[in-house]
């Protein structure tokens, strides 16, 4: 059974730093993109962020760019999403995704998200 569960939300003040942690286990993950997404009420969940977990590579929305850092820890089977340079924003889920490699665009499995707010 696929789970990925995310952790490491909360409120914070702008400027500051959080870091997320999603502990993936069901998968091999290293035939696996993982991704970041978020989701503020009334707006569209997007991705801010990926990492393959078998090369490293990384990709970044442009919001987030310089700002954040996704990252993995194959011996704990987790992946990290750093932020820094919090910019204030309302409640919004952070959520951990992933999709198999060479399955197509679409992430098939999802984390239970986690709240991070940025107060201004």
């Known amino acids: 059974q696929v789970q990925l569960v995310e952790s490491g939300g909360g409120l914070v003040q702008a400027g500051g730093s959080l870091r997320l942690s999603c502990v993936a286990s069901?998968?091999?993950?290293?035939?696996?993109?993982m991704g970041w997404f978020r989701q503020t009420p009334g707006k569209e969940r997007e991705c801010v962020a990926f990492i393959t977990w078998s090369a490293g590579e990384t990709g970044y929305a442009d919001p987030v760019k310089g700002r954040f850092t996704v990252s993995r820890d194959s011996a704990k089977n987790t992946v990290y999403l750093q932020m820094n340079s919090l910019k204030p924003e309302g409640p919004t889920v952070y959520y951990c995704?992933?999709?198999?490699?060479?399955?197509?665009?679409?992430?098939?499995?999802w984390g239970q998200g986690t709240q991070v707010t940025v107060s201004s």
């Open positions: 995704a992933g999709r198999r490699i060479g399955d197509g665009p679409t992430y098939n499995y």
């Open positions: 069901g998968l091999t993950l290293s035939s696996y993109t």
